[in-house]
């Protein structure tokens, strides 16, 4: 396809698990988002890849939380010790380099802590 | 603190009719603004965006309304269609920074047929 996928679409955890949410961005755009959804909220900014570096990790809300993009391709979330307060849509993005350009968005990974 | 603000959570419209959408800002730095649509269960989709230079920017039946003095912003749809019935997010970022948008929190969209 030529959108934005994630996987797993649903994701359903044990509190203190560890889980992985994995993004395929568009083919050729070099920059790449996390965001997370929290119910009646606006997607927040979790970090930010302009090719394979991080350039904006400063919405990771702690040290639980990773991402890598090891290729400048797909890219992985990665969550430790996993908290109830963690549930929530994760959002990945991806659009061209450069400013003034819209992002396209996943369809997210609806994770769930229990 | 709530640097993109949309203070209306939902909105009812009948069909045919205008919607508008609006969406307050307080970081003067902004200088690009975007709407998303989003469907429950699917990823936002990008509807439409405004650099700052400009003051409007149309597109079909949709057109954002930029009022840098008043750090504003609005979305108009005309005319209102019931598949508009969705929830819409305003998205602001900085060209200089690493373009990462900061959402509102969205407006519920019903078009009433």
């Known amino acids: 396809g030529a959108g934005v996928s994630q996987t797993p679409s649903n994701k359903v955890t044990e509190k203190g698990k560890y889980v992985e949410l994995r993004c395929d961005p568009i083919?050729?755009?070099?920059?790449l988002y996390w965001y997370r959804q929290s119910l009646g909220q606006g997607p927040e900014f979790l970090i930010y890849?302009?090719?394979?570096?991080?350039?904006?990790d400063s919405g990771l809300p702690n040290d639980r939380f990773f991402a890598v993009r090891p290729e400048g391709s797909v890219s992985t979330l990665k969550i430790q010790r996993t908290e109830r307060g963690d549930s929530a849509v994760y959002l990945c993005?991806?659009?061209?380099?450069?400013?003034?350009?819209?992002?396209?968005f996943g369809q997210g990974t609806r994770l769930t802590v229990v | 603190d709530q640097q993109v603000k949309q203070n209306s959570p939902s909105l009812s419209v009948q069909e045919g009719r205008i919607s508008i959408l609006n969406c307050d800002y307080t970081?003067?730095?902004?200088?690009?603004f975007l709407w998303y649509k989003k469907y429950p269960a699917e990823g936002p989709t990008f509807l439409i965006s405004?650099?700052?230079?400009?003051d409007k920017n149309e597109d079909g039946r949709f057109t954002v309304f930029l009022n840098k003095s008043a750090k504003h912003l609005s979305l108009h749809i005309v005319p209102s269609q019931p598949g508009d019935s969705a929830v819409y997010f305003c998205?602001?970022?900085?060209?200089?920074?690493?373009?990462?948008?900061?959402f509102g929190t969205g407006t519920r969209l019903k078009v009433l047929a």
């Open positions: 083919s050729g755009h070099t920059a």
């Open positions: 970081n003067s730095m902004f200088d690009y």
């Open positions: 890849f302009q090719g394979t570096g991080a350039a904006d």
């Open positions: 998205a602001a970022s900085m060209a200089s920074g690493t373009y990462k948008y900061i």
């Open positions: 405004i650099s700052s230079i400009k």
């Open positions: 993005a991806s659009s061209p380099t450069g400013p003034n350009t819209e992002a396209f």
